[in-house]
């Protein structure tokens, strides 16, 4: 074999020599990375069962502010919270499961915890947009008085459920059947409701559930809590979640009830928690 021939196979069996060890190389970091992605699949399997302890706060998407007084729902446990003045809500789920979050004001957000939350407290910062509400045009004048609000109120056009109009249909009939089968004397009057009628009746309900809510809500709520409890942080939202599952409170309820209501629970949690009450009280 002549010198150029040889220089010509001994370059070529070079290269096949590199190009054995670059595949070698790329056998390695495959079987790395396909080893990792196992590891990584194990690793990140998230126990479906077990509940997750969700300390979260609302905020304004639009503001970045906190979000208060909103409700929050655990629509597959039926279990529920509220936001207070910061935002702040305490409350349990698991992986699985799916929260409403409805508040006056804002759309209704619906929200799922994320894949990679493995631990059993998770603190989420949860966005909510604003919403506007359509209303018809009002006229506004310096002479009106409650008498005119009202009859606006009353004249509203709120569309008719079923049940509504089934009822006033049977009513027409009723009213039609008997004009038509007797003689009503003259300066006999009767009164059948009409829809202006029902229309304002909504209004006076609404009303009362609201003022009843915030008669409650001033006797109880988290401040009153606090200062009964003397907790304050993370144990203080864990205690605010145990009365709220066994929370009876109506508006009827007298403050000193509800406050000795809240101390008998709280000898409940403490004892829960494997603390002294009068240990605690003093740290």
Known sequence: MKYGERGVFLLACMRNYRSL???RVWRKILSSVIFMGLVWQVSGQVDSTRL????????NSSTLKPVGHAHIMNISRNLAAVSDTLGKFTIRMKITDTLLITAIGFERRFYNLPAFVTG?????????R?????ISKVEISSLGNYSQFRDKVSELNIPETREEKLRRETIEQAREAAIASYQ?????????????????????????????QMILYSKY??????????????????????CNQRSWFTPETSAYDIIYQIKVWYKQFMTMKGYGTKSRRQT
Do not use: C
């Not at 009746?201 to 559930?209: G, M």
């Not at 709520?221 to 409890?229: C, F, K, L």
């Open 21 to 23: 060890r670059l595949m």
């Open 52 to 59: 997750i302890l969700i300390r979260g706060q609302l905020m």
């Open 120 to 128: 059993a407290t998770y603190y989420p910062k949860i966005y909510i």
């Open 130 to 134: 604003e919403t506007v509400y359509p």
């Open 184 to 212: 009503i004397p003259t300066g006999i009057s009767f009164h059948i409701p009409s829809k202006n009628d029902i229309s304002w009746k909504k209004v006076q309900e609404l009303q009362e559930i609201e003022k009843r």
């Open 221 to 242: 709520n988290r401040e009153v809590i606090a200062r009964t409890s003397r907790l304050s942080g993370e144990l203080l939202d864990e205690f605010i979640m145990f």
